[in-house]
């Protein structure tokens, strides 16, 4: 079954800094999903990345896929306290229903 | 708004209790999740349903009770619990195409469970 890491689990930053969230995977995947939490609440989806190669960028946030390394990234550009939150990676596990999530990486984004 | 709408947002209940969480999706989604979460981990798989079947059962203990009435809905029936059920409960829905979805899971905002 697929298995999905991410790390770091817990990331401290100064606003205005730049920053990558790394998320591995075990198996070939053609797809990966990202999603942010804040504390008490549901999980929010972010992006959806559908191939190799595939970035998408939100705001100060942007994601890539590269399928060949089993890696997907999350880069922050210039961070603000308002992206503090836990961002979770997704992928699907192949020929079911169930999406395999990572552990999470909790961002606090210090003034 | 969400697309996927969970009630009641909170319940408190005692360990020998029945309670029922709910959770409906209008999106003509096919495959319809239990997630339970803690404090600072990732969602851990309950239960899934496709096309109104259980497909999926991770060795769930029997005091959770999954049903799917119709396509768009979904419950949870819940009957003497522990405390360590305490959490909070995601639905979620997704299009229901095996690993080869365009679209993510769609959650509601959840249901926090506190058992006494």
């Known amino acids: 079954e697929l298995k999905v890491e991410q790390n770091p689990l817990f990331l401290s930053m100064q606003e205005g800094k730049n920053y990558t969230i790394y998320c591995n995977y075990s198996t070939t995947s053609d797809r990966l999903y990202w999603y942010r939490q804040d504390p008490g609440k549901s999980l929010e989806s972010l992006f959806v990345?559908?191939?190799?190669?595939a970035v998408k960028q939100e705001g100060r946030l942007m994601a890539s896929l590269d399928t060949k390394a089993r890696l997907s990234t999350l880069h922050i550009t210039a961070a603000v306290h308002d992206l503090s939150a836990t961002y979770f990676c997704a992928g699907p596990s192949a020929g079911t229903y169930k999406y395999i999530f990572g552990t999470g990486t909790r961002l606090k984004v210090l003034a | 708004d969400t697309e996927v709408t969970q009630t009641p947002k909170h319940l408190v209940m005692g360990m020998t209790n029945k309670k029922s969480l709910k959770c409906e999706q209008h999106?003509?989604?096919?495959?319809m999740y239990w997630y339970k979460q803690k404090a600072k981990k990732p969602p851990e798989l309950m239960f899934v349903y496709s096309y109104e079947k259980l497909s999926i059962n991770e060795s769930v203990p029997s005091r959770f009770s999954p049903e799917c009435p119709n396509s768009s809905l979904l419950n949870l029936h819940l009957h003497a619990l522990q405390p360590e059920d305490s959490a909070l409960y995601l639905c979620?829905?997704?299009?229901?195409?095996?690993?080869?979805?365009?679209?993510?899971?769609?959650f509601g905002d959840g249901t926090r469970l506190s058992i006494l």
């Open positions: 999106m003509g989604h096919r495959a």
């Open positions: 979620a829905s997704s299009q229901g195409l095996k690993g080869r979805s365009n679209q993510p899971q769609h």
């Open positions: 990345l559908l191939s190799n190669g």
